[in-house]
């Protein structure tokens, strides 16, 4: 069915065509919102916050709009309040959790280990405002104005928020760049 | 230099593909000639490579099962409000604790004496049958005021009068507070 088709549904009151939806997009919104918060947790919880609210406004919603970006859009408030809400010590991300595959080239997987924790790291000491736009653009691949349908500001600011988040990244992580070149 | 600065900035956008035809064309002949930028566009299309390997998260990818959570909050009903849940937080915190909730409403019960006494009607003295020095033509004269209108929507009232000497009742638009 299509997409247009189970939004109709799910407004007219239809659960099961609210279900498909959650379905299809859990995946990326789970995603996303787990790369924001680090926190399983917390990114469910946001998540699950997020499509409920969806399912409630339904009636807000244009078909002008994805319902991809609209749901995001509901979803990176949510982080982002839980985000501000964090103190600075307390950045309640799992990364304890996150383990390192040894396998068959332990030297590779260590390697890939460590870079991708300094990646996270150098990512989540960026502000919420600029954290959002690179997750959208470099994990889900967004373009500029979806971007900017999702966090409701000019597709120049979404420019320009890029330009210093990866200004900010390519000091932070100026380590592993001088390795790359 | 200035132009050389946003060339710089546009540069980010361009990796990402974000350029019009025209900006992109400008954008390479500029590139063409600066060394500067050229490093620099090489190191944004490294970062980016950078991310996209490095973050690979296997955790953000193995998603749960969300569904059986979203529906217990459907069933739950809409969701309240930022601004309803805080009242609600503030009235089961006061209601926990006794002391507050006497001292919040001895400041309200005081607040709202203060808002009835600072908006309570100030009595106005009736000008009926009282006379008055008014300008009539061709001077002044004494009229006494035969009927009033109490108060009109902008806090005026409105009097009439009789003009003995030419035969006409005469209207008078008061503000309050002149009579």
Redesign the interface.
Known sequence: MEEHQLVERSRAGD?AA??EL??RH??R???IA??MLRN?EDA??V???A???A??RLAEFRGTAQFKTWLYRILVNLATDQLRRRRPEAPGGDAV??QVSIGENPGENME?HE??Q???KA?DALPPDLKTV?LL???EGL??AEIARVIRRPVGTV??R??HA?RR??AS?GV??EG?? | MIQHRRYRRSLSAYVDGELSPSESGQLEVHLAGCGECRVQLERLKGLQGLLRQGLKDPIAEVTPVLWPGVRARIEGGRPIGRFTAWIRQIWEATWEQPRVSLAGAAVISVLLLTTVYLLRETPVATPLGKTIVAELKPGTAEVVVEAVEPELDFGAMVLTTSDEAEGLKVIWVVARGEM
Request: charged fraction near 25%.
């Open positions: 659960v609210f279900e959650v379905k859990q995946g919104a789970y995603a787990y790369r399983r469910q919880e998540a699950q916050e499509f409920a609210r399912y409630f959790l996150q890939r870079l991708r300094g990646i996270t990512i690179v653009r470099e994990f373009s500029y420019m320009s890029l330009f990866r990244l390519q992580l592993y760049w790359e070149s």
